[in-house]
């Protein structure tokens, strides 16, 4: 299991950007695909990105495509997911996560084992 432990939320207005970090615990991170999710209040966690273990292949969710960017450092054990053109519809608790195996192209929660405790974002209309 890999510890994990998100940072760069809050709020900012529509058209803003952010970037989360998240950073990981352990020497086995680069063995790791890193995927990101969100949920917003009253509704299911949802995919957003998830990133192969090497950063060379990414798969997005449509809702965020061409607006959201993951990426990874190995050296650092850290991942990043860097928002742009954030939308009220964006407004969540962000979720860093692993899974032992490759990236999913449509993954659910239930594809990764280790999960962080979430930063949140507000997008301001």
């Known amino acids: 299991q890999v510890q994990l432990v998100e940072s760069g939320g809050g709020l900012v207005q529509t058209g803003g950007s952010l970037r989360l970090s998240c950073a990981a615990s352990?020497?086995?991170?680069?063995?790791?695909?890193m995927g990101w999710f969100r949920q917003a209040p009253g509704k299911e966690r949802e995919f957003v990105g998830n990133?192969?273990?090497?950063?060379?292949?990414?798969y997005y969710a449509d809702s965020v495509k061409g607006r959201f960017t993951i990426s990874r450092d190995n050296a650092k054990n850290t991942v990043y997911l860097q928002m742009n053109s954030l939308k009220p519809e964006d407004t969540a608790d962000y979720y860093c996560?692993?899974?032992?195996?490759?990236?999913?192209?449509?993954?659910?929660?239930?594809?990764?084992?280790?999960w962080g405790q979430g930063t949140q974002v507000t997008v301001s209309s």
């Open positions: 996560a692993a899974r032992r195996g490759g990236v999913v192209v449509t993954p659910t929660p239930a594809d990764f084992g280790s």
């Open positions: 352990g020497r086995t991170f680069s063995r790791y695909t």
């Open positions: 990133i192969d273990w090497s950063g060379g292949i990414r």
